[in-house]
């Protein structure tokens, strides 16, 4: 079983192509990725630089308090404007990102006047924070004015109390929650640290790349198959669960190979952190690799051609990949995608890795590993079954 | 040393083997001669262990094949099944591990089958290099590693040069002078005879006929061949040869152009032979006098020649 294993291993490292896209582009593709979309991770630059034009009502103290404090902040800078026309001016000569248009004394109808965000069509994503941030303010001072408004019936209600300097108070007091800047900017995080861009793209690529290694496997087989030395493994005094068994060891040997390689240059180049237990990594990594190559054993069993192979190694894959949040994070996607996602065994790698970088204990981690290594065993026997009726 | 009893074998309605048997003494060289789907491949698949047969049996001394057995046995498939990006070296170590050699044995096998196969200096270079004579002395080499008693060589000279071909015939003869058992299949008549001491010929799935060279050639009714080539088909010329004194029999291949008579004593016939074809205007285009070999016996019990 080792023989042909050790043979199989053998064989992809001979194979320079093979060796370059399996081992050099999960590199190349994270380091793209990993730069280009590292704003997206990054606790400060969760929103890109926004200039938002604003009219409102200079009279109204909740108005100005949305303007001046609320809203501004390191990557958002509010600019006033007279009325409406001058802010679309600003708008169309791209002064301004979004433009908000506050009603005369909107602090006081806060609950039913329309706002008016003007939105330019290619900053749709600076609009929605903007808005998001609007809703939040209003919510957050309707709240305090119905608690002001439910304490003021109560004190009027118990006697003996002066109503008014009570209730200024406590509207003072939570004016303050009502300026708090929470929720306003939404940061990528996963228990209590975030990861960066380069360290989501590494964990995503590898889990990406190792899952080649499915279609990679069943390929060897069918190869074997084409070229009859499958025939000549099946004459030698091996049975044929050894057989199939050298042939997953190898898909699964080689799977680690590439997984530590890529693992040491994404360390060593990028400075990629997988997280303080490397043990646990290498655990998730060969849980992993164990199920892909399961995968790749039914693949051989239920495919025939070879080129049915390739395509599924060229569509399928990617599909996974992109439902697994190797492209972009699940969460970006929507509830009834994330549902489809949240069965794929890659997305339970990835999500492991990402926990691991963030810092999990082994037991948030045993059901995921669990599910791997049933993956790979229910498959590995389908596939010989299978195999063994062909 | 193995016997081949009645063994059978269908695919679906197709009866492809119809109770082969045949047995071999130790140190023999069995040939089975026939042309291409005759059944020898099945054959020699079901006594691998890699096709399963319907009926008969397989037997080891008085034992039946077991797996463990596959040890003793060395296969030579028809197809080159080696790993092409792996040097020829690293083939027949890994073939040789397959068949239970140590690290050790089978790196001091390897460089005395390199030599055996005569590709000692070209042992580090991938197969894929090779030329196809090349690829099939290692076909051969990988199944020799394991120094088996049995040979079994399925058509281990197919498509390639007459150099190669003679560099393994000569490799093989002396593999079996050196004491190995072995089974050969082809459908090059001159193979089996060179190398076999039994030969049994099979068409359509059964041996139609099996002994020595000399004991086939002795049943053939009018031992030599005169083939005829004719430019044009003449039926009338032909009724008229068969008719002739001392012609025995006579088949007719090729769209009626090409005619095997078969007869027992060629020079007294020859001279009827050319007064027929003067008198019938047969146009004779070749004319070829054949001494008894085992092409004749399968055109005398078929009708068809063995690259039919």
Redesign the interface.
């Known amino acids: 079983m080792f023989?042909?294993a050790m043979?199989d291993v053998?064989?992809r490292l001979?194979?320079k192509r093979g060796l370059v896209s399996m081992l050099l582009m999960p590199i190349l593709l994270t380091a793209i990725l990993g730069s280009a979309l590292s704003g997206n991770f990054s606790e400060s630059a969760s929103m890109p630089d926004t200039t938002v034009g604003v009219t409102f009502d200079e009279d109204d103290s909740l108005s100005k308090q949305w303007v001046e404090e609320t809203m501004p902040g390191d990557e958002v800078s509010v600019v006033t404007f007279a009325d409406r026309e001058k802010v679309e001016k600003a708008l169309e000569k791209q002064e301004v990102d979004v433009g908000v248009l506050l009603p005369d004394m909107w602090g006081q109808k806060m609950a039913t006047a329309d706002v008016t965000v003007l939105t330019d069509p290619d900053k749709t994503m600076q609009a929605s924070i903007v808005e998001a941030v609007l809703h939040a303010y209003i919510d957050r001072v309707n709240a305090v004015g119905t608690t002001a408004e439910q304490f003021a019936e109560e004190l009027s209600a118990v006697g003996g109390v002066e109503v008014t300097p009570e209730t200024e108070n406590l509207v003072s007091d939570m004016s303050v929650l009502a300026q708090s800047n929470e929720g306003r900017v939404a940061t990528a995080t996963d228990g209590g640290t975030s990861v960066t861009g380069m360290q989501y793209y590494a964990a995503a690529m590898g889990v990406m790349f190792l899952l080649f290694n499915a279609t990679i496997g069943a390929r060897s087989i069918l190869e074997e198959r084409h070229?009859?030395?499958l025939?000549?493994?099946?004459?030698?005094?091996?049975?044929s669960f050894h057989i199939i068994g050298g042939k997953f060891i190898g898909t699964l040997l080689f799977s680690l190979v590439q997984f530590g390689l890529f693992l040491a240059a994404t360390h060593l180049m990028f400075q990629v952190s997988w997280g303080t237990n490397l043990l646990q990594v290498f655990a998730i990594g060969f849980t992993y690799a164990f199920a892909v190559s399961g995968i790749a054993m039914m693949l051989a069993g239920i495919v025939k051609e070879e080129k049915t192979v390739d395509s599924i190694g060229g569509i399928g894959v990617q599909i996974l990949a992109l439902l697994g949040g190797s492209m972009i994070p699940v969460a970006a996607f929507p509830d009834a995608i994330q549902i489809i996602s949240n069965a794929i065994p890659n997305n339970w790698a990835l999500d492991q890795f990402v926990h691991v970088m963030t810092g999990a204990a082994w037991s948030d981690l045993i059901l995921s590993m669990t599910a791997l290594v049933m993956v790979g065993l229910g498959t590995l026997i389908l596939g010989w079954v299978r195999l063994q009726v062909r | 040393m193995i016997e081949v009893k009645e063994l059978k074998k269908s695919y679906g309605q197709k009866e492809v083997v119809k109770d082969v048997s045949f047995k071999l003494e130790k140190g023999e060289a069995f040939g089975l001669l026939g042309p291409n789907g005759a059944g020898k491949s099945t054959t020699i698949a079901m006594i691998?262990?890699?096709v399963p047969y319907d009926g008969g049996g397989i037997l080891w001394g008085d034992q039946p094949m077991s797996?463990?057995m596959?040890?003793r046995v060395g296969?030579v498939?028809q197809?080159?099944?080696?790993?092409?990006?792996?040097s020829a070296r690293?083939n027949l170590l890994?073939?040789g591990?397959?068949?239970?050699l140590s690290r050790k044995e089978a790196k001091k096998r390897a460089d005395e089958v390199l030599a055996i196969v005569g590709l000692t200096e070209r042992g580090k270079e991938a197969v894929e290099t090779f030329s196809g004579g090349m690829k099939r002395r290692v076909n051969i080499g990988?199944a020799l590693m394991h120094n088996p008693e049995l040979l079994i060589m399925d058509e281990p000279t197919v498509g390639i040069d007459p150099q190669s071909r003679n560099h393994i015939l000569e490799t093989v003869k002396k593999l079996n002078h050196a004491g190995m058992t072995m089974i050969y299949t082809s459908h090059y008549m001159e193979e089996v005879e060179f190398l076999c001491d039994r030969v049994g010929i099979m068409d359509h799935g059964e041996v139609i006929a099996s002994g020595t060279h000399k004991e086939l050639c002795r049943r053939l009714v009018g031992g030599t061949v005169i083939r005829l080539e004719l430019e044009e088909a003449n039926e009338a010329g032909v009724k008229a040869l068969e008719q002739l004194s001392g012609v025995d029999q006579v088949t007719v291949q090729e769209e009626q152009k090409v005619y095997d008579c078969f007869v027992t004593s060629p020079h007294e016939v020859m001279s009827g032979m050319m007064e027929t074809v003067v008198e019938y205007g047969i146009k004779v285009s070749s004319m070829e006098v054949q001494e008894p070999n085992l092409e004749a016996v399968f055109l005398q019990l078929t009708g068809r020649t063995l690259r039919d």
């Open positions: 023989t042909i043979k053998w064989l001979k194979d070229s009859e030395t025939a000549r493994l099946a004459m030698t005094p091996h049975r | 691998c262990g890699l797996p463990s596959k040890r296969i498939p197809e080159i099944a080696l790993y092409q990006t792996m690293e890994f073939w591990r397959m068949y239970g990988a």
